[in-house]
């Protein structure tokens, strides 16, 4: 069975930083592009970062270029994003997507 879990999201300030993680289990996602989307309460799910299956290309939304960090290790079949200057705005449940799969979702909440 293909389960795709994430963890680290939680509680942080404006400005901090958090680190999501994306544990793949039940087959190998070497091959595939690995991405991340996010929902904030009320609105659509959009996309925030994807990499390819080497990790040698990524790409970001506009809202979040130059903050957020996408990177894999296919030895651990995890990805990553690593989550820098938050804003309120980035607060959201944060899905990770490969192939047909999804996450449950992790939590992301930004406030003082």
């Known amino acids: 069975q293909v389960q795709l879990v994430e963890s680290g999201g939680g509680l942080a300030q404006p400005g901090g930083s958090l680190r999501l993680s994306c544990a793949a289990s039940?087959?190998?996602?070497?091959?595939?592009?690995m991405d991340w989307f996010r929902q904030a309460p009320g609105k659509e799910r959009e996309f925030v970062a994807t990499?390819?299956?080497?990790?040698?290309?990524?790409y970001y939304a506009d809202s979040v270029k130059g903050r957020f960090t996408i990177s894999r290790d296919n030895a651990k079949n995890t990805a990553y994003l690593q989550m820098n200057s938050l804003k309120p705005e980035d607060t959201a449940v944060y899905y990770c997507?490969?192939?047909?799969?999804w996450g449950q979702g992790t939590q992301v909440t930004v406030s003082s």
């Open positions: 039940g087959r190998t996602f070497s091959s595939y592009a």
């Open positions: 990499i390819s299956w080497s990790g040698g290309s990524t």
């Open positions: 997507h490969v192939g047909v799969y």
